[in-house]
């Protein structure tokens, strides 16, 4: 589908430009924040994964989510709670189990930690939902502070239409 490849060239470009200017095959110095970070972010996928939790937990109560695009729940939201009653509980009711998560690549860099994954559902009318992402997560003080989240909305969109 050229709207899935489209979203995943976005994201690849985003994860490689993190390394911009790096001689082939060099990893960048990373820090001891870095590394926490992409710790705790990687932990919170890996319960996600196994049903127990999802990353929201890592969110601040006061974090800003970017949802790009223009989906029915794209936008910005200033509040962990706003995100999960206004963007996150509409896509729940049309699923008839919750998203598996499956991460693809992390990369971390001081206060930021950028994830490439995969998610995989089925909704409640049997179709499959399957859709990939790419979030740039700001960190501060073991918590997601700032979100800016890309995924294909048009699938989304698909998965909100009414029944």
Not at 78 to 94: F, G, N, Q, T, Y
């Amino acid at each position: 589908m050229p709207i899935r490849r489209h979203a995943l060239a976005l994201a690849a470009g985003l994860l490689a430009g993190a390394a911009v200017g790096l001689p082939a095959g060099a990893e960048p110095a990373r820090d001891a924040q870095a590394q926490a970070n992409e710790r705790l972010v990687r932990q919170a996928f890996d319960q996600w994964s196994r049903g127990n939790g999802t990353i929201f937990d890592l969110l601040h109560e006061q974090a800003r989510w970017t949802i790009a695009g223009a989906s029915p729940v794209s936008g910005v939201f200033h509040s962990r709670r706003e995100l999960l009653d206004v963007s996150v509980a509409p896509i729940s009711a049309k699923l008839a189990k919750p998203i598996v998560p499956l991460v693809r690549h992390i990369h971390a860099d001081d206060d930021t930690v950028i994830v490439f994954w995969d998610g995989r559902a089925t909704a409640k009318d049997g179709s499959a939902y399957d859709n990939s992402y790419a979030w740039r997560m700001q960190m501060r003080d073991g918590k997601i502070v700032d979100v800016l989240a890309f995924l294909d909305t048009w699938r989304l969109v698909e998965l909100l239409k009414p029944q």
